[in-house]
């Protein structure tokens, strides 16, 4: 394919970015990028983690001041020394990571750093404002309401409400902004980004769901390793060549697992009767001895609930937990630990690691009782040994064991995660969204890895919000919704659409 | 959280019960404020107070600063103790100044103040009506007539030449503290006296210095030397360091320490007192006075380290205080009392009369 | 109607507060019990006036710790600042209102350089505000030559500013009516003002503030300079209650801000507190103070109850903030 040069701007394109180079210490982020943005399209931006998206955004809304080439901007060259420039030009970006005042009103969030041209504000005036943006974009929320009080889509609806209340904003970038968003959600997103365009609006979405992308945007442009690869139509273009452009090679996402790997015959190894709390209402399952348990739903139905529960972070209220057919009693995480059980969390960065250790720090963390001499001194070299094997065995890419988890890239920080359960011979592993914030390349040796981990007769849970996931993965599929199991499927019978089906049973 | 809750509120109340058995009010209660609650003096002055308080039928309560340096912390007792509404106060001020307003409250309420130890010098507000102390400078008198009368003393001082004079020198803890400056006044008059009427050669040649406040040049080149040494702070790491100075000085005859703190800054730096010692110390030849008393200044004493102290009578000025106070709140008249002050050395320090006095 | 918000409010965002005016309405009530003479206007006046410098530099340390900030320097800069202020007074021979002026300035310029290092500089202010703890103590006292700076009393022409805060004018104290009013012009910094509003937004998620383009720096400078501002109309007043200033003490006193603080509500973590809970919470220590001492107890009893009251004002809220998350 041919690499056209971007034009300038004109009638047709508002924004074009040309012959972008960043570099950091020691590291050259962007070679040569361009860009270029038609008046009143979606533009999918997309990119393996590290492919050099957010730091071009960056530099589009003058984070980054400091770059070569150049940038067009509507009718002339631009170049922005602060987000605020960017913001008043008509630029507006939406984090990834929400960045809201979790103590403040929705109306304070909106106009935070715009309050007045003076030194008193009206609040008053505030939620008179932030209400007509509320009705504008339909979000049900009202402008006293506190941050901390919404649902993350919410949130993200505010976040996109306050992008769009800069007065004519014409280019609105979108970084991730369904990674936490519920499918319900996502479609009432979508209908305002395209309610957004047909005003003209120029919208970039940064996404790594290759669905969404087919969905909602009009071209895609594919970045890679700092480069630009191309820029495409959606229409004309399959998804597995988009993916092909991201990683240089074909990964297949449309493989699902027809039939279950496990006999009728296995080995029951948990079995969970009734399980209930506030949250949770009387949920049953069972666990296979080399099995892969999916739990599918949509965002907050309640499944990392019951996975809290299992693991004895929650209360329960009734039911019970066998394991290996004897009951246990699970009322606090050491208990899980003790009887086997190991949970990923979904949010790898607060609950599974701790991110200025080192790899091997990490690694023996649930298990130092094992590697003491005198019962009281650690032995290193043998955690050093114990941790070697498992960077051989799950092919974690670290410069050695003594590395820093935070230096790693987000796939080996997951495997550093299951390694730490590993070493301490657990049977039984949790995966809570195993590939959140994980790219495209990293999520297959995910994959590949919780695989291997169910041939050697681990039993696997997966709570998964991607439905390819949980079909590519699971021998067996449970469905919850609002805090219920509404199903439950053999792979064989699981199709798409049936867990859908379930997953909104109880919600109109 | 209801029940927590109610779990801390009785805890607090419970504890503050128990906290409070050990104070009770009697029918007239007298308020004593020292210049500092730990400090082995007034601990010795309360016994006397409680005595009192026995003798004359009214109740006694203690009180102080957990330093003599927490000005505002006595300010605030002061002031709360007026609230208290009690038949008289009795007082040592940390600093006279800061209590004045508190104390013309005192005044307005008709609470009669009455100064204890070193009272409320330069009152203005009228409230106190009478003091019971040591009259500080007889008691620096006493211990320059003692030292003077040291035939080991006058031999070195009718020695000294104006190429090397003798030096007597002198460590008060503090020079705005009445009593310290009392006493170093009493000593430092009495002792050049006292050596100008050793010979005819002496006199005039006694010079006294070191601060402004005492300096008193030579009519002729002086053969004594008596210096005062104030220390920077009133911290004991600043007394030792300035101890330590004094006994470097060449041809020093004799050390007077003008309060405990500065006994216990002289005896830590000679390693509690073993330097002193009077056959193998490494100042045998250094005639160290004292005053107060304190168990480490017992000891040096008594080991003959010291050659002598000078005790006040805390005992008798808490007794004389709660006395006084009592007649005040029955509108009796009153008036000063020297409390007194008593020489006493190795060879006395275990008589009963004495030992009475010496608090540890 | 009125008393339905009331009551929502109460259960609502206004529960810490609640809690801890209902705290200090039971602790006077047990004084009144069972101290002495404590049930009485006199004391009443104490409780006040001896709640008036804490109460300044609790004002200033609300924003500091709102912005998820600490300023540790005000127990020092608030002595320093008067020892200061006594110099001018003293040895400079300056009319006792330019002292005045220069206790309040002296106050504000450290805070200033607290804001200067923590806005621009980027110091934590936990470190920040601990080196010019020790700096205000060190510089004041070498300014005093390490003298007791004594100021006039009462009764002396000079002595006149005392009067401003220790008069009662018609049994109200007017020390009070001073911090209410000071406390009053801080309500409407914090609530009306873009001062007030990046102060609670700082202290809720400073990277946000940093993306919405608000200069951070400049209103930590300006938030910190209040805080010494703060310390040094402290230092007036601490000048007019204890009269004589010793050097190099001090430190310690911001221990009572801080505590005030939190007892009405505000969390170390930002984002949270307000002016009226830390005016609750500096009640309530001197309530304490004032009604320990009335019950003839040791002055280190205070010291241990209000440590009991801090932790019981942290308790409180990390079990109500629980409740709240588990009702989500």
């Not at chain 1, 590993?422 to 990293?442: M, Q, W």
């Not at chain 2, 019960?17 to 601990?43: H, M, P, R, V, W």
């Not at chain 2, 409250?105 to 409320?120: C, L, M, Q, W, Y």
């Not at chain 3, 009405?264 to 500096?282: E, F, H, N, Q, Y």
Request: hydrophobic residues 45%; glycine residues 10%.
């Amino acid at each position: 394919m041919s690499k056209p040069s971007a034009p300038t701007p004109g009638a047709d394109l508002i924004l074009s970015m040309r012959g972008i180079d960043k570099r950091f210490p020691g590291v050259h982020a962007l070679k040569n990028c361009q860009l270029s943005l038609k008046r009143g399209e979606v533009l999918a931006l997309v990119g393996e983690n590290g492919a050099g998206k957010s730091t071009l955004m960056k530099i589009l809304t003058g984070i980054y001041p400091e770059y070569a080439g150049e940038v067009w901007f509507d009718q002339g060259q631009v170049r922005f020394q602060h987000i605020r420039e960017a913001q008043q030009a008509g630029i507006s970006i939406v984090h990834q990571e929400l960045n809201m005042l979790n103590n403040m009103t929705v109306a304070k969030n909106i106009f935070l750093g715009r309050e007045s041209e003076g030194f008193f504000y009206s609040e008053r005036r505030l939620n008179q404002l932030a209400q007509s943006l509320i009705d504008e974009f339909h979000i049900h929320v009202l402008p006293t309401d506190k941050i901390i009080d919404l649902s993350v889509g919410k949130m993200q609806m505010v976040e996109i409400a306050r992008a769009m209340s800069f007065p004519q904003t014409k280019v609105l970038i979108l970084d991730e902004p369904t990674a936490a968003l519920s499918e319900t959600e996502t479609s009432d997103l979508f209908e305002k980004i395209r309610a957004l365009r047909d005003k003209g609006v120029s919208i970039i979405f940064i996404s790594h769901r290759m669905g969404e992308i087919k969905r909602i945007s009009d071209r895609v442009t594919v970045m890679r390793d700092g480069e630009y690869i191309d820029t495409v139509v959606t229409q004309d273009t399959e998804i597995d060549s988009i993916i092909k452009m991201m990683v240089g090679r074909d990964i297949g996402q449309n493989i699902r697992k027809s039939a279950s790997r496990i006999g009728s015959d296995a080995e029951t190894i948990l079995e969970v009767r009734h399980l209930s709390s506030p949250k949770v209402h009387d949920v049953s399952f069972s666990l296979r001895r080399g099995e892969i348990l999916g739990f599918a739903g949509l965002v907050g139905a309640g499944r990392t609930e019951v996975m809290r529960l299992l693991f004895g972070a929650d209360r329960l209220t009734g039911g019970e937990v066998l394991i290996r057919g004897k009951p246990v009693l699970l009322r606090k995480p050491q208990d899980a630990v003790a009887a086997g059980l190991g949970y990923l969390s979904e949010d790898r960065k607060r609950y599974g690691l701790v991110l200025g250790m080192s790899l091997v720090g990490n690694a023996v963390m649930a298990s130092l009782n094992r590697f003491l001499s005198l019962g009281l001194f650690v032995n290193f070299a043998a955690c050093l040994r114990a941790t070697e094997r498992f960077i051989q065995n799950l092919s974690i890419k670290t410069p050695g064991p003594l590395q820093l988890v935070k230096n790693l890239s987000g796939g080996n920080q997951q495997k550093v995660v299951v390694t730490k359960w590993l070493i301490r011979d657990t049977d039984i592993l949790i995966f809570d969204e195993p590939t959140r914030g994980i790219d495209v390349g990293a999520k297959a040796e995910i994959y590949r890895l919780i695989e291997e981990l169910t041939a050697e007769g681990k039993a696997i849970i997966m709570v998964s919000s991607e439905l390819p996931e949980i079909l590519r993965l699971s021998d067996r599929v449970v469905v919850m919704c609002e805090g219920r199991k509404t199903a439950e499927f053999d792979i064989s019978e699981a199709t798409a659409e049936l867990i859908m089906k379930h997953a909104t049973a109880n919600t109109n | 959280m209801k029940r927590h809750v109610t779990v801390v509120a009785l805890a607090l109340v419970g504890m503050l019960a128990l906290a409070s058995f050990s104070a009770q009010a009697g029918e007239k209660t007298i308020i004593i404020i020292s210049k500092s609650l730990q400090n082995q003096f007034y601990q010795a002055a309360f016994v006397g107070a409680n005595a009192a308080g026995k003798d004359f039928g009214v109740s006694v309560v203690v009180n102080g600063p957990d330093a003599e340096s927490n000005i505002p912390q006595q300010v605030e007792q002061v002031q709360a103790a007026i609230n208290q509404r009690p038949a008289a106060l009795v007082l040592a001020a940390c600093d006279p100044t800061s209590v004045q307003e508190a104390l013309a409250r005192a005044k307005e309420n008709k609470i009669p103040v009455i100064g204890f130890d070193s009272g409320v010098p330069g009152d203005t507000s009228g409230a106190v009506i009478g003091t019971a102390a040591t009259n500080n400078v007889n008691a620096g008198g006493v211990v320059a007539d003692n030292l003077a009368d040291s035939p080991a003393f006058q031999a070195k001082v009718k020695a000294a030449t104006a190429a090397n004079p003798a030096v007597i020198a002198v460590l008060a803890q503090d020079s705005t503290s009445g009593s310290i400056v009392q006493r170093t006044d009493g000593f430092v008059y009495a002792l050049k006296k006292r050596v100008e009427a050793l010979d005819s050669s002496l006199v005039g040649a006694v010079s006294i210095g070191g601060q402004d406040n005492w300096s008193v040049p030579s009519s002729k080149p002086a053969t004594v030397k008596i210096v005062v040494t104030v220390p920077p702070t009133t911290n004991q790491a600043d007394i030792q360091s300035v101890a330590n100075a004094m006994l470097l000085v060449p041809n020093t005859v004799a050390i007077f320490a003008a309060n405990q703190d500065a006994v216990n800054g002289l005896i830590s730096s000679t390693a509690d007192g073993t330097e002193l010692n009077r056959q193998t110390g490494r100042y045998k030849d250094i005639l160290v006075v004292g005053f107060d008393a304190g168990s480490n200044q017992k000891d040096a004493v008594r080991s003959g380290a010291f050659f002598g102290s000078v005790t006040q009578d805390p005992y008798q000025m808490g007794y004389a205080s709660i006395k006084m106070a009592a007649e005040a709140a029955d509108g009796k008249p009153v008036s000063d009392i020297d409390t007194g002050a008593k020489w006493y050395n190795s060879k006395n320090i275990d008589n009963p009369d004495i030992a009475l006095l010496l608090y540890d | 109607m009125p008393i339905n918000r009331l009551i929502a409010y109460i259960k609502g965002p206004g529960q810490q507060k609640a809690i801890a005016l209902a705290a200090l309405a039971a602790l006077y009530t047990f004084f009144c019990i069972f101290g002495s003479h404590f049930a009485s206007r006199e004391t009443l006046i104490s409780i006040f006036d001896s709640s008036y410098y804490t109460g300044f530099m609790a004002i200033g340390m609300t924003l500091v710790i709102i912005s998820a900030g600490i300023d540790l320097s005000v127990g020092t800069v608030t002595v320093g600042s008067a020892l200061v202020g006594g110099v001018a007074y003293t040895v400079w021979h300056l009319p006792m209102g330019v002292a005045l002026v220069v206790i309040v300035l002296t106050g504000t310029l450290f805070g200033l350089i607290n804001g200067l290092l923590i806005g621009k500089l980027d110091l934590p202010p936990f470190i920040a505000t601990l080196g010019s703890q020790f700096i205000s103590m060190g510089l004041c006292s070498v300014v005093a030559r390490v003298q007791t700076m004594r100021y006039p009393s009462i009764s002396h022409p000079d002595g006149w500013f005392k009067t401003v805060f220790f008069k009662t004018v018609s049994g109200f104290p007017m020390g009070a009516l001073w911090v209410l009013l000071f406390f009053v012009i801080t309500v409407i910094l914090l609530t009306y003002t873009k001062l007030g509003n990046y102060t609670y937004a700082i202290g809720d998620n400073e990277e946000a503030v940093r993306l919405s383009g608000i200069n951070i720096a400049n209103w930590k400078v300006v938030i910190y300079t209040i805080s010494g501002f703060f310390s040094g109309l402290a230092g007036i007043i601490y000048a007019a209650t204890f009269s004589s200033i010793t050097p190099q003490t001090g430190g310690g006193l911001e221990m009572y801000a801080i505590a005030a603080c939190v007892i009405g509500g505000a969390s170390l973590a930002g984002g949270v507190g307000s002016l009226t809970g830390t005016l609750i919470g500096v009640l309530v220590i001197s309530v304490l103070k004032n009604g320990l001492m009335s019950m003839w107890l040791p002055v280190q009893w205070q010291q241990f109850f209000i440590g009991l009251v801090v932790l019981a004002a942290v308790l409180v809220d990390v079990i109500r903030s629980k409740k709240a998350h588990n009702a989500k």
